[in-house]
């Protein structure tokens, strides 16, 4: 049987902090409120009525053992160029907001933030610039089978090379050389 394929739309996220959860998705993905009451808001960054919505009630309250349960990990926004990830990132230093881990993962250069209740977004550019040739380098590369995840880098280190002019390619050699690597283990916000 053909399964009509739905696109995917919006994540909503339970909240007790309804206010902060709001106003760092503006800063950090451009999302704007579409309508809002006492407990509840829905935001969009596109032409979509919504694409990140929030819940709270009384009853809920923060997961301090968040990274040992299971759920979401994060949800992933993508931009249309490297260069783009980049000034995003420069941006959000400005406004005091900077990753958690960063991770050139082969098919997608990603910076992985933290929101105030320690759900992670990603930010992301495709490191082909092509959805196509990004998804042959997943099902068929050798090197992705190997590691999937991929290699941390500093992003400061990245941000650095990429305003003297380095070129993407060079910038991805050298993060999978380790000449970026961050000065100590990232909290990936997984229980090993
Ligand atoms: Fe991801």
Request: aromatic share 12%.
């Amino acid at each position: 049987m053909t399964v009509i394929k739905p696109v995917f739309h919006h994540v909503t996220i339970k909240t007790s902090h309804l206010a902060e959860m709001v106003t760092w998705y503006e800063k950090v993905i451009g999302a704007r409120v579409q309508f809002r009451d006492a407990n509840n808001a829905w935001t969009t960054n596109d032409a979509a009525n919504h694409r990140v919505a929030f819940l709270s009630t009384p009853a809920l309250s923060d997961d301090p053992d968040k990274a040992r349960h299971n759920g979401m990990h994060h949800c992933a926004f993508e931009y249309a160029s490297f260069s783009d990830l980049i000034s995003s990132y420069e941006r959000l230093v400005g406004e005091g907001i900077t990753p958690s881990f960063c991770l050139d993962h082969g098919l997608t250069i990603s910076f992985y933030y933290k929101d105030p209740e320690g759900n992670f977004v990603e930010l992301q550019s495709d490191n082909f610039g092509d959805w196509a040739k990004s998804s042959e380098f997943m099902r068929t590369s050798a090197d992705f089978a190997a590691n999937p995840i991929g290699y941390f880098f500093d992003p400061a280190k990245v941000a650095v090379a990429h305003r003297a002019g380095v070129a993407f390619k060079a910038i991805q050699q050298a993060i999978r050389a380790n000449d970026y690597a961050p000065a100590v283990p990232p909290d990936l916000g997984i229980a090993m």
